[in-house]
């Protein structure tokens, strides 16, 4: 934290975890931790903070289900989310270095697919970048306020 003209001004919060197994369980688990960074450090109402959430865990389980479903074991998923004070935009990237789904693999029924359109509802933007070196999903929310600086004892307890 700095200081200005008196004021503690929190440095600007990313949260970034890498190299994250890519199987159900590092998923749900890397999700929860977001959820609670979400929780400590945004003025982020119920509604808003699901749809977060939401959007995360469709980019997350798609990497768990898809991006390494030809390899021996589970790769690997890193997530990144960072928050411009100047913006008040929260952008969160979910890559892994696996493989797309090209349409010769999607399945016919209708009960699969909503993963991108649900991500494209619930976040202002979204963008997917899929390569011979893996995927990114990148997807930004706007209007997104920190919490009011707190002293440090509410932080650790929060």
Not at 6 to 21: G, K, L, Q, Y
Not at 49 to 71: G, P, Q, S
Not at 102 to 107: L, V
Not at 126 to 145: E, K, Y
Request: proline share 4%; hydrophobic share 40%.
């Amino acid at each position: 934290m700095r200081k200005t003209n008196d004021s503690a001004v929190p440095e600007p919060d990313v949260f970034d975890r890498s190299d994250v197994v890519a199987d159900a369980v590092s998923v749900v688990t890397v999700r929860e931790e977001l959820e609670r960074w979400l929780k400590r450090g945004f003025e982020l109402d119920a509604l808003r903070l699901n749809d977060l959430v939401l959007a995360v865990n469709e980019a997350l389980a798609n990497v768990a289900e898809f991006a390494y479903r030809h390899a021996s074991q589970p790769g690997t998923v890193d997530i990144r989310a960072e928050h411009d004070r100047s913006t008040s935009i929260l952008t969160i990237t979910v890559t892994d270095r696996g493989s797309w789904r090209d349409d010769s693999e999607r399945e016919p029924r209708r009960t699969r697919g909503r993963g991108i359109p649900l991500m494209e509802a619930l976040s202002d933007e979204v963008g997917i970048d899929a390569g011979s070196q893996g995927t990114t999903v990148c997807m930004r929310f706007g209007n997104i306020a920190p919490l009011a600086a707190r002293n440090d004892d509410e932080v650790a307890t929060a």
